[in-house]
């Protein structure tokens, strides 16, 4: 069997186990059933996906119509967000650009999730106009920071890196603040999302015991499978 195969088993083997012992306390206190059962099944599939695609783009596009598709079906998108966050590894290519550009932005599994999960969400916030921009005092700050970065850019950089700039500060910063600054509107939406993130924490705590255990890196072999440069090398 592959070496990148003998990893998804072993990976697929540790997270089924870990999302078996996380079940009931995360379903007693903090997430619906239904919920949980889902975001496992995301996670347990992407993660197929992500070993088998033999390809960046084609894991980026096949786990984007994914989780549209899925993400109508979610209570708390925020909460989908936190507990995918950890499911794959930031490996990431380049966008191509175009009429004489090289390179638009590099491209990542972070900023997907961005895009097909918290970009819905910030738009049906938008639409419910629960608390419109500059409607909380941490908004002149964020907005103020990211208007310094694109000034600064201005002074330094070419008109390209300044729209590079302004896109990665957008996706990166601008789009989560926004979104949980604004979803989180009661107790139970923000038990939720934060047992999603514990719940992820915990699953990747367990394979990285295991990975530490026995020497053997399971997520090591992705840039060769999916034909990206990766800056962590040897992450253990």
Known sequence: MPYHLRALVAILFLSTLAFWFLRKPLTTFAMAPEDYRRRVALWLGL???????????????GTAFVLLAMGRKESNLLALYLFLLLMAPPVRTSINGFAGITRFIDFDYLRLLSLVVLLPAALKIAASERAPLFSLPADKFLLGYIGLQIGIALTT??????????????????????????GLWDAARMRDALAAFVGAGAVIAFIALFEAGKGWLLY?????????????????
């Open 157 to 182: 950089s070419s008109f390209t890196d300044v729209l590079r700039t302004a896109v990665v500060l957008g996706i990166d910063i601008f789009l989560p603040y926004y979104a949980f600054s604004r």
């Open 47 to 61: 993660t197929v996906l992500l070993f088998v695609s033999h390809g960046f783009w084609t894991f980026i596009f």
């Open 220 to 236: 090591s072999s992705l840039p060769e499978v999916l034909d990206v440069h990766w800056n962590y090398g040897s992450y253990m």
